[in-house]
């Protein structure tokens, strides 16, 4: 989105009746061929680079479930603990359906709560890495609208139609883009080395190719009936003294699950949309004129924090979703997720 909107600013040439200001800067930029795709190119070019990921591929973790058997493998111990799962049930708790588990089956196994432990560990550091990479190409892709935007108030003042008070203005938003950059890219590093060291992979490998988003939100999730009943399998197999922590941190888990669940899809399904509708209309009103770029960019920026609220939402949600799914099946979280909040063993966002 940021880039569509970023060649929309390059497109967007003034009419000849528009201000001297508009005429001479657009002149100024108009010595590039592909006005500010090259002035992107120009910056890349001429200045420190910005923190990239590594270009050679990593070792492919696609998804929870790859993320879950690999953590399991290096655990010795849980190769006779599997087996004796058997294979459907194996199946359901890589694929994170661990509500298919038969309650009263798995408790006759010694060794079957590493099995859920290490998978839920797996999972959240797998959820962190993927949303902490999202998070930084969508930062990178703020900064080069910034870039295009100081670049246009650089020549601005070079022919003397803006002030350098205003062009400061500008120049303190490209410095904070480039800082929030460096600030995301060393929080994708860490939580992808956490993850590393999850999978007992630091030492063998030092990237990892992960996917380029987190998995959607579910379209539905357990009943409150079927949540009930899963509660009720689980409390029976625990010893009576254990049954009230199940049962406080039940209540703990689902509120956090229906808490960030609303949240996430509060801001995919209202907030998103309406920022949407936001920037198309201000492109339009750019395209004519009645909006200068920097107001344009402002939309732009607005945007993309929206949008890595949403990446935070979601990651939220899937982590909750977790806990709760760990808790039912007799685990006990060192905390419980916050809507909005880091989660626990997590460092806040770097940057936003």
Avoid: C
């Amino acid at each position: 989105m940021l880039a569509l909107t970023t060649a929309a600013m390059a497109s967007a040439q003034p009419a000849v009746e528009q201000s001297s200001d508009w005429k001479a800067a657009n002149e100024a930029v108009g010595q590039f061929k592909r006005g500010h795709a090259d002035l992107l190119k120009w910056e890349a070019a001429n200045s420190a680079p910005a923190p990239q990921e590594a270009a050679a591929a990593g070792f492919p973790v696609p998804s929870l479930e790859a993320a879950t058997r690999l953590a399991w493998r290096p655990h010795l111990e849980l190769q006779k603990v599997l087996p004796r799962l058997g294979e459907a049930n194996v199946d359901r708790i890589a694929q994170g359906r661990w509500h298919e588990v038969d309650a009263r089956h798995q408790r006759r196994i010694d060794g079957v709560d590493e099995v859920f432990e290490v998978a839920a560990e797996a999972r959240r550091a797998w959820l962190r890495a993927v949303a902490a990479r999202q998070s930084v190409r969508l930062q990178r892709e703020s900064l080069e609208a910034a870039e295009a935007a100081t670049e246009l108030g650089r020549r601005m003042v070079k022919v003397g139609n803006w002030s350098a008070y205003q062009q400061s203005r500008v120049e303190l938003g490209l410095s904070s883009e480039r800082r929030a950059l460096h600030q995301a890219g060393v929080a994708a590093r860490q939580a992808e080395r956490a993850l590393l060291y999850t999978l007992q992979l630091n030492g063998v490998h030092e990237r990892l190719a992960l996917p380029d988003t987190l998995p959607d939100l579910p379209k539905q999730t357990l009943s409150d009936v079927e949540l009930a009943s899963e509660l009720a399998e689980i409390k029976a197999q625990l010893p009576r003294v254990d049954q009230w922590k199940v049962e406080a941190n039940f209540g703990q888990a689902l509120a956090s699950r229906d808490a960030t669940l609303a949240v996430a899809r509060g801001l995919r399904d209202d907030v998103m949309v309406q920022r949407q509708l936001i920037v198309d209309e201000s492109v339009l009103q750019y395209n004519g004129m009645l909006k200068s770029v920097w107001e344009l960019l402002t939309e732009v920026q607005a945007h993309a924090q929206s949008q890595r609220e949403t990446i935070a939402a979601v990651r939220d949600y899937w982590l909750a979703d977790t806990d709760l799914m760990w808790v039912l099946q007799g685990g006990e979280p060192t905390a419980f997720v916050a809507p909005g909040g880091a989660a626990a063993g997590e460092a806040p966002a770097a940057g936003h």
